[in-house]
């Protein structure tokens, strides 16, 4: 293959890429830029991908075209570490437009045949679409309300579905369409995308939380994302999903075994027609794509499953198959030969887990645990490596201790990484993320959304996977607190002693706008503190989830309100008493944080609905 020419070694974000399609030198990558835009920085060299589990992974949001990549900082780039590390959807980056421009022009066949499939997987080239054919996914009835959500820019979608609010569409039928579209466009591949998805089920509860005159506001903000994220990747004329027709099963292999084989490949091509088969019904299809899904354990890995089941509550356990392909694709495009090294320590170790606790196919225990157990264990995962908290959730289990307390402690352990969070450095800050933020993709919200998903998923799927996804759970947490910034084990935290002194003077009449003043001036460790006395006060504490669901609605949070959000009510409403005050004080920290950037579209759909 000719190399090209030095100014278009962009978006190969891998010394073996940059190899096979640059000629063959052995250069480092150069960064996810458009072209000439690296010249700018100081360092170039430096521009490169950031360490997983810190926050970087939607700074590709910024990246993703020239006009945002014209209006992005040299010097911040500059200051990125020089060593190449994964991202925190296990995928190095490359830049999303520059990729599919390339996929595009050449053809995906063409891009396989010439540099080998494995190869064409690490640049996210995907040959689906070739073996799929060109017939479209259709969804029977909502299908004009889907094609509309594909083919209708924001701004004028968003009075259409305010309208038909109005003319008798139920806000359930608006949240399944969005969700259908989101799928069928994205496929679970396009990072902006699979997190509205994350979003729409939450964004439905939230709703329900809401007087009738505001009810559709966080669907409506979801949907301005959604319909700004389509059009922007093509809408009907790029959709990922297309219908596709089962295989039979090798006689003797348990499906969910076939399918993460093929991931492992990755042949998505043949993993989809496997997990047709397989997705007979709603809980076969979450319980075979659970064996891809724990082949790795990062937030977006498994959070996706997780909303997507959560979604069919809302929108019919039909969609089973359309809404958990999404992560059969995912997982397809996340494994790259660095993501491969890097998850396969705990591939190894699984197994092992498994066996010498003897968990597979035993019949787990009901013991109920007293408080302090449940507090003495999850700083026990806290502070364990990742392979020690791991193997003490398998022996708790062994020993016959209540899955469901299990799952409570992995997340107080994810809360505690919210807590003790000291902020973003410099060297991680960004303009819509600055220095001491810890909205949107931070440790703590990625730690308590993955927490709050395994622990969810382990509720719903069968024996083997309820195993399997607690002691990932277990791993996952120490993993993200060893990952973290600084030294989360000496941090004390929020609400820290000071700020609890402060709050203490606030007259109880007082606290609900004390938090609103904190808020708005961004002041996290007040927030904390405030939302901290008011939960000793004898005061009903529905006041204060609605002060914090409002600007939850009305902040953008990058691309994270809305999941926080509800992760926070559902381990609230689920946890011990002695415990609620803590996702309570968690929530008013992050909601802090992200105060000050106005989720697009939210304005004018406060005019629409008179709200």
């Not at 911040?76 to 999303?96: E, K, Q």
């Not at 640049?123 to 299908?143: D, I, K, N, P, Y």
């Not at 003897?358 to 364990?384: H, K, P, Y």
């Not at 953008?556 to 992760?567: M, N, S, V, W």
């Amino acid at each position: 293959m000719r190399a090209l020419p030095r100014r278009h070694h962009i978006g190969f974000t891998s010394p073996a890429m940059s190899a096979a399609i640059g000629g063959g030198r052995k250069k480092k990558a150069l960064p996810a830029l458009w072209a000439g835009e690296w010249k700018k920085a100081k360092n170039p060299k430096k521009i490169i991908a950031r360490p997983p589990q810190t926050g970087y992974a939607n700074h590709l949001t910024y990246c993703d075209s020239p006009a945002n990549t014209r209006g992005a900082s040299a010097s911040r780039f500059a200051r990125m570490p020089a060593v190449p590390t994964l991202s925190s959807w296990g995928l190095f980056f490359m830049n999303a437009n520059s990729r599919r421009d390339f996929l595009r022009n050449i053809g995906a066949g063409a891009v396989a045949a010439g540099i080998g499939t494995d190869l064409a997987a690490d640049l996210g080239v995907s040959t689906a679409f070739a073996q799929q054919g060109t017939a479209r996914l259709t969804f029977g009835t909502l299908e004009p309300l889907v094609t509309l959500m594909q083919e209708t820019t924001a701004d004028r979608l968003i009075p259409q579905v305010v309208e038909r609010l109005r003319n008798g569409t139920s806000l359930r039928d608006v949240v399944a369409a969005a969700a259908l579209a989101n799928a069928r466009t994205f496929g679970g591949e396009d990072y902006i995308g699979f997190h509205t998805m994350m979003a729409i089920g939450p964004a439905y509860h939230m709703a329900q939380e809401l007087p009738e005159a505001r009810r559709a506001l966080p669907v409506l903000k979801v949907l301005h994302r959604n319909a700004t994220r389509i059009q922007a990747q093509g809408g009907r004329t790029r959709e990922v999903l297309h219908p596709v027709q089962g295989v039979a099963i090798p006689n003797g292999r348990v499906g969910g075994e076939v399918l993460r084989d093929q991931l492992r490949q990755p042949n998505v091509n043949d993993a989809e027609r496997t997990f047709a088969t397989l997705a007979r019904n709603a809980d076969d299809a979450l319980n075979n794509v659970l064996y891809a899904v724990e082949d790795g354990a990062d937030v977006h890995r498994v959070a996706l499953p997780y909303r997507a089941w959560d979604l069919m509550g809302i929108i019919g356990r039909e969609q089973a198959h359309t809404l958990l392909r999404q992560s059969v694709r995912f997982c397809a495009r996340s494994e790259s030969p660095n993501y491969r090294r890097y998850m396969n320590p705990l591939r190894t170790a699984l197994p092992r887990w498994l066996d010498q606790h003897r968990l597979v196919g035993r019949e787990l225990g009901s013991r109920r645990m007293e408080d302090r157990w449940i507090e003495d264990f999850s700083m026990t995962l806290f502070r364990a490596t990742p392979d020690r908290a791991a193997d003490a959730a398998a022996a708790a289990l062994a020993d016959g201790i209540d899955p469901a307390a299990i799952g409570e402690a992995i997340s107080l352990a994810a809360n505690q990484l919210v807590l003790r969070d000291n902020g973003r450095t410099a060297a991680q800050a960004s303009p819509p993320k600055p220095v001491g933020s810890v909205h949107g993709d931070s440790t703590g919200v990625h730690g308590c959304d993955s927490a709050n998903a395994w622990r969810n998923l382990a509720r719903v799927a069968n024996q083997r996977n309820k195993v399997v996804c607690l002691l990932l759970g277990a791993w996952q947490v120490a993993r993200d607190r060893a990952n973290g910034t600084g030294n989360f084990i000496e941090l004390q935290p929020y609400p820290r002693e000071d700020a609890r002194n402060a709050a203490r003077n606030v007259e109880p009449a007082r606290l609900l706008g004390a938090l609103e003043e904190a808020i708005r001036g961004r002041d996290q460790a007040r927030a904390a503190a405030i939302a901290h006395r008011y939960t000793t006060t004898d005061r009903p504490v529905r006041p204060l989830w609605d002060t914090l669901l409002r600007y939850a609605i009305s902040e953008d949070g990058a691309l994270h309100h809305e999941k926080f959000y509800r992760t926070s009510a559902e381990e609230y409403n689920s946890v011990r008493p002695a415990f609620r005050s803590r996702y309570l004080i968690a929530l008013a920290r992050v909601t802090a944080s992200g105060h000050g950037y106005a989720a697009p579209g939210h304005t004018e759909a406060c005019r629409l609905l008179n709200a």
